[in-house]
């Protein structure tokens, strides 16, 4: 190969390099907006902070609370439905519109629609596993009808987000005020809005994670089928959350688990990655959401 050869070739591999660095970039800030809740009460900032608030209570998921005005405004609760936690009302407060979304209907402006929706800047879609609210206000929420909601919302919003997502403000800051940690509970009482006459249960979680098999969840996502996402996602926040689903069920492991494997793979997918097919006939089969 001449000088000429060579040069060639190392400036292909230069473009290489550069197009992949940037389809990264790309990929991070793109994940780093979205917030979500799922399974036995996890959640991820938009910051990229993990935690557990056992909750059924109704909380403000994400505000715009700094500024002069509050564009939105989206409240969630959950209900146990045979001992595990399933999404059970979704609220999204938007402009003079208010979306309310529960399994049994879709209410817009306090009527039941049916679903493709489109009004006041407002698109509803439905399918047979998720139900999805687009805003012009640059807002996406996505619930699976089950246990997990995912909410991305618009760069322009940083800075400006109070809630259980918490501030947007691109660091993972939620449970610290004022140079001092705060316990979850306390993070999250600040956005508790039960009505008066509502009642909520905040049971204890088992904090011990020793339970869990910490090989087995590092392995699980480490494995084949997650091979596209390993650069992609927080693997040892998601394995901290595989090891609380294991301390934190009795009969029903493989339920919530699976709920927290069906997320990684969902955000995996958010991310750019392409998860491969990891049910099988002996884990997490019932199940045929993701
Ligand atoms: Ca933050």
Same mark, same amino acid.
């Given at each position: 190969?001449?000088?000429?050869?060579?040069?060639?070739?190392?400036?292909? &591999?230069?473009?290489?390099?550069?197009?992949?660095? !940037?389809?990264?970039?790309?990929?991070?800030?793109? =994940?780093?907006?979205?917030?979500?809740?799922?399974?036995?009460?996890?959640?991820?900032?938009?910051?990229? *902070?993990?935690?557990? !608030?056992? #909750?059924?209570?109704?909380?403000?998921? +994400?505000?715009?609370?700094?500024? @002069?005005?509050?564009?939105?405004?989206?409240?969630?609760?959950?209900?146990?439905?045979?001992? &595990?936690?399933?999404?059970?009302? &979704?609220?999204?407060?938007?402009?003079?519109?208010?979306?309310?979304?529960?399994?049994?209907?879709?209410?817009?402006?306090?009527?039941? %629609?049916?679903?493709?929706?489109?009004?006041?800047?407002?698109?509803?879609?439905?399918?047979?596993?998720?139900?999805?609210?687009?805003?012009?206000?640059?807002?996406?929420?996505?619930?699976?009808?089950?246990?997990?909601?995912?909410?991305?919302?618009?760069?322009?919003?940083?800075?400006? =987000?109070?809630?259980?997502?918490?501030?947007?403000?691109?660091?993972?800051? *939620?449970?610290?005020?004022?140079? %001092?940690?705060?316990?979850? #509970?306390?993070?999250?009482? +600040?956005?508790?809005?039960? /009505?008066?006459? /509502?009642?909520?249960?905040?049971?204890?979680?088992?904090?011990?994670?020793?339970?869990?098999?910490?090989?087995?969840?590092?392995?699980?996502?480490? #494995?084949?089928?997650?091979? @596209?996402?390993?650069?992609?996602?927080?693997? /040892?926040?998601? @394995?901290?959350?595989?090891?609380?689903?294991?301390?934190?069920?009795?009969?029903?492991?493989?339920?919530?688990?699976?709920?927290?494997?069906? /997320?990684? @793979?969902?955000?995996?997918?958010?991310?750019?990655?392409?998860?491969?097919?990891?049910?099988?006939?002996?884990?997490?089969?019932?199940?045929?959401?993701?």
């Amino acid at each position: 190969m001449g000088t000429t050869g060579l040069q060639f070739t190392l400036w292909l &591999i230069y473009l290489t390099l550069l197009v992949s660095s !940037l389809t990264q970039t790309g990929n991070s800030s793109h =994940i780093g907006r979205v917030c979500t809740t799922w399974g036995h009460y996890h959640w991820k900032t938009f910051d990229g *902070e993990f935690f557990q !608030l056992a #909750s059924t209570c109704n909380h403000v998921v +994400a505000s715009q609370c700094k500024g @002069s005005y509050e564009n939105f405004n989206i409240q969630m609760r959950r209900k146990i439905v045979n001992d &595990i936690p399933t999404i059970s009302k &979704i609220i999204i407060k938007l402009e003079g519109s208010v979306v309310e979304l529960s399994s049994s209907a879709v209410i817009f402006n306090g009527k039941t %629609v049916s679903l493709p929706m489109v009004s006041f800047g407002v698109t509803i879609k439905g399918s047979t596993s998720s139900i999805i609210v687009e805003t012009k206000l640059g807002i996406r929420s996505v619930w699976n009808l089950d246990d997990s909601l995912d909410l991305e919302i618009d760069d322009k919003y940083q800075n400006q =987000i109070c809630g259980l997502c918490g501030d947007f403000d691109g660091v993972a800051n *939620e449970l610290v005020k004022d140079g %001092v940690s705060l316990s979850v #509970s306390d993070y999250a009482e +600040a956005y508790k809005v039960n /009505e008066a006459t /509502e009642t909520c249960e905040e049971p204890e979680l088992n904090p011990v994670l020793s339970c869990g098999d910490k090989k087995f969840c590092e392995q699980f996502f480490s #494995s084949d089928p997650f091979s @596209s996402c390993q650069n992609l996602l927080d693997l /040892e926040s998601f @394995s901290k959350a595989c090891m609380a689903d294991m301390c934190n069920s009795k009969d029903n492991t493989d339920s919530v688990l699976c709920k927290t494997i069906s /997320e990684f @793979s969902r955000e995996c997918v958010h991310a750019g990655g392409k998860p491969q097919p990891w049910r099988n006939t002996t884990f997490c089969c019932k199940d045929t959401n993701n």
